[in-house]
């Protein structure tokens, strides 16, 4: 059992995850794995079911929180229903969670929403590693085509990402897999890859990113967790928390990191 008392936030939980993700043994990896892509589940998961899921015993996701430092599941499970309040719900859910606040009126839905995302845009500068971010910009600068993937909740961002490099004449290709066409053979030596994927990832942005770095394409991602599947994978990762308000997640600080990878990319690819 760990010797460290149990992570008392989810930013803990993730530092310590982190910290010890890359030293356990393979099934307790695969428990760390399957929790770092997935740990919106925990909060309304049976060990059972999270243990299904890692393809492990139970008996191994036991010991897997007790090295995290719970005294078991229920302790583990209890930060994440306390932190999420039962996790992320549907919009229905999240939706009759205003209306019995009664904070459903337009006027203060604005306000709260400002808040969230003006406390979004203040965390940016310490979520984003500068150095991490200004090997992002030359990566994709030099790139002879750019590939941009992003669905469902992050298409927005990917496709002004695309919009911007097309108007800054940056090659650039956008992928949607619309009507289930990947375009993932599209990928040639001297791309780069732009993945926008946040928690729990979209199938098709993980295998498309795979892809890549198994054919030493480089990757960078924008991604909301500091804990992602992603960290196995030869990934550039730039990192941006979202602060919600009725378990409603806005892109404040998103767009505004998109907008200055872009601007950068184009600044970076005039001169080169």
């Known amino acids: 059992m760990s010797e460290a008392g149990p992570p008392a936030t989810i930013k803990e939980f993730e530092d310590r995850l982190l910290s010890v993700s890359a030293s356990l043994p393979k099934r307790l990896k695969q428990c760390a794995d399957y929790v770092a892509a997935n740990n919106d589940r925990i909060a309304v998961s049976t060990v059972a079911e999270m243990a299904e899921g890692a393809g492990v015993q139970p008996s191994a996701v036991m010991r897997f929180c007790q090295i995290m430092g719970f005294s078991g599941y229920s302790e583990m499970q209890r930060l994440f229903r306390e932190s999420y309040v039962g996790g992320w719900p549907d919009y229905s859910t999240r939706l009759d969670h205003l209306r019995e606040k009664g904070e459903g009126s337009p006027s203060l839905l604005l306000a709260e929403f400002v808040e969230a995302g003006r406390a979004s845009l203040e965390s940016l500068l310490q979520t984003v590693d500068t150095e991490s971010l200004d090997r992002a910009v030359e990566t994709l600068a030099k790139a002879n085509l750019i590939h941009i993937i992003g669905l469902r909740r992050s298409f927005p961002v990917a496709s002004y990402i695309a ?62 967790r500091v804990v992602s599947p992603l960290r196995k994978l030869n990934v550039n990762l730039l990192t941006v928390s979202e602060v919600d308000f009725g378990a409603f997640r806005s892109l404040s600080a998103t767009l505004c990191l998109a907008i200055a990878l872009s601007v950068a990319i184009g600044a970076r690819h005039g001169n080169g």
Do not use: Q, W
């Open 163 to 224: 919009y911007a490099l097309e108007k800054m004449k940056v090659p650039a290709m956008l992928h949607s897999v619309t009507g289930r066409l990947d375009s993932f053979n599209a990928l040639r030596p001297g791309d780069a890859l732009l993945a926008i994927t946040f928690s729990p990832n979209s199938p098709e942005t993980m295998e498309l990113v795979e892809i890549a770095s198994r054919s030493g394409i480089p990757v960078v991602a924008l991604t909301d």
